[in-house]
């Protein structure tokens, strides 16, 4: 069973930057994916970054150059560098898992993830 535990969401202003870490624990399969999804209010989910085993990325096209995902095997950390933060960006981020590598396909569509962090809300104020 995988175990997802968000940290570092908070509200900044429009402009700002935070860093999201996500620690994993209880995975044993060497090759997998991980990454971020969003939900802002009455919005659908949707995938916004994702890392592979071999450390390919995938963002969705709003945050290309916006959002840096990163990772530390070492630590087991899933990490989301966030700049000039917008308030279309406030929602509730999910850090996510799947086995095998990444769906990217699936994961843009708001699925394709096996298991789930609780979440952990981003509020960006203008």
């Known amino acids: 069973q995988v175990q997802l535990v968000e940290s570092g969401g908070g509200s900044v202003q429009a402009g700002g930057s935070l860093r999201l870490s996500c620690s994993v624990s209880?995975?044993?399969?060497?090759?997998?994916?991980m990454g971020w999804f969003r939900q802002a209010p009455g919005k659908e989910r949707e995938g916004v970054a994702a890392?592979?085993?071999?450390?390919?990325?995938y963002y969705a096209d709003s945050v290309k150059g916006q959002f840096t995902i990163s990772q530390d095997k070492a630590e087991k950390t899933l990490y989301l560098q966030m700049h000039s933060l917008k308030p279309e960006d406030t929602a509730v981020y999910y850090c996510?898992?799947?086995?095998?590598?990444?769906?990217?396909?699936?994961?843009?569509?708001?699925?394709?993830?096996?298991?789930w962090g609780k979440g952990i809300q981003v509020t960006i104020s203008s």
């Open positions: 890392i592979d085993n071999n450390g390919n990325t």
């Open positions: 209880g995975s044993t399969y060497s090759n997998y994916c």
């Open positions: 996510a898992w799947e086995k095998f590598g990444c769906s990217w396909y699936l994961w843009e569509q708001g699925d394709g993830a096996e298991y």
